[in-house]
């Protein structure tokens, strides 16, 4: 390979890695635990939580009950710094499909892409799609997919 042909390879490469985002991909702004703990939360528990909340009923019933489904010591076992990636709706290389749904809840659509040398090999890959909404009604719309392979974030990808 010639000094140029490196130079215009190395050029490349530092725009894709500038592009994808160095391994970490966010949704802007930030979330409060109660937020997590919804997206963790089926549309059943989702609803009863809310009718808790709308009753004032006392935060300690309210944090009993998330004990009771579960939901507080799923986010208690998370690495601090996992969790304030979470809080910032951010998703990083290597997060798990249940940390990348604490900070940005369910998808539209999760698929099995798993290539047949892959399963074979006893590896899985899996796409995760999310429609993200910017700048509010009427705003531009686009797609984000996440793969994960062997359940760990691999990339993250946008598309109009």
């Known amino acids: 390979m010639t000094k140029a042909r490196l130079a215009l390879w190395l050029v490349l490469m530092a725009a894709c890695a ?3 985002g160095c391994g970490s991909w966010t949704l802007g702004g930030t979330q409060t635990r109660r937020e997590v703990y919804l997206n963790l939360m089926t549309p059943l528990e989702q ?3 809310r009718y808790m909340e709308a009753q004032n009923k006392p935060l ?3 944090l009993a009950y998330l004990q009771e489904i579960g939901v507080y010591q799923t986010w208690a076992e998370v690495p601090k710094d996992i969790q ?3 809080l910032r709706r951010e998703v990083r290389e290597g997060m798990a499909p249940l940390q990348v749904q604490m900070a940005w809840g369910f998808p539209v659509e999760k698929r099995d892409v798993t ?3 892959e399963r074979a090999a ?3 890959r899996v796409a ?3 429609e993200i909404r910017s700048g509010g009604i009427g705003g531009s719309q686009y797609e984000r997919t996440i793969s994960f392979y062997d359940d760990r974030v691999l990339w993250v990808r946008d598309s109009r």
Do not use: F, N, V
């Open 18 to 20: 500038a592009s994808a």
């Open 47 to 49: 609803s009863k939580y």
């Open 60 to 62: 300690s019933l309210r």
């Open 84 to 86: 304030d990636a979470i």
């Open 115 to 117: 290539l047949p040398a």
């Open 122 to 124: 006893g590896h899985s």
């Open 128 to 130: 995760w799609e999310y």
